[in-house]
């Protein structure tokens, strides 16, 4: 049964998460917030891996409601549980819960990539004071859930992909973030943690 609501949970998610917030800042002051480059640079690689990843995430789920079961995806029995599963629904419904609010609280400052035209307001508030990366965060725990739910070497590896994308975007958006806003960035990631 939950398997069947993977897919419109993740157009939800998707919709939610990204679409959403991009098209709000757009109506808002007519910035652009989609800012992945389509160059060979590190930001521009990332940028397609995480369509790649998206993509890969909403055939995964597409397949499974339409029959394609755990067998023919490399079943991770050792995962497969239903309290797995159950807290894989649970982890899926928080998630979508934070990271919308981590997106109202991003307000204007909300971009996908790192622009480096348009200068955003350090946010430190809401979800924000407790995490540097809320976002991220939520997304991480997010393919969890998913794994939870569908164990199988196909979640895996997705989970395995999106921890090493998050990774490495966190990274390149905090070298960024410390090069254009300096001390306020320093003393902010002083009393938050990247994560938690």
Known sequence: MLTTLLLPYFLLFFAAAFVLPTWRVWQSNGTNAL???RDDSAFGVIGVWFKILIGSILVLCASSAFGVGLNAMGPLDWANHPWLNRLGAILLVVTLIWVVIAQANMGQ???IGIDQKVASKLVTSGLFARSRNPIFLGMRINMLGLLFILPNAATLSLFVASEILIGVQVRLEEAHLRETMG??????????GRWL
């Open 35 to 37: 800012v992945l480059p």
């Open 109 to 111: 400052s909300w971009r």
């Open 183 to 192: 001390q306020p960035y320093l003393d902010y990631c002083a009393r938050v």
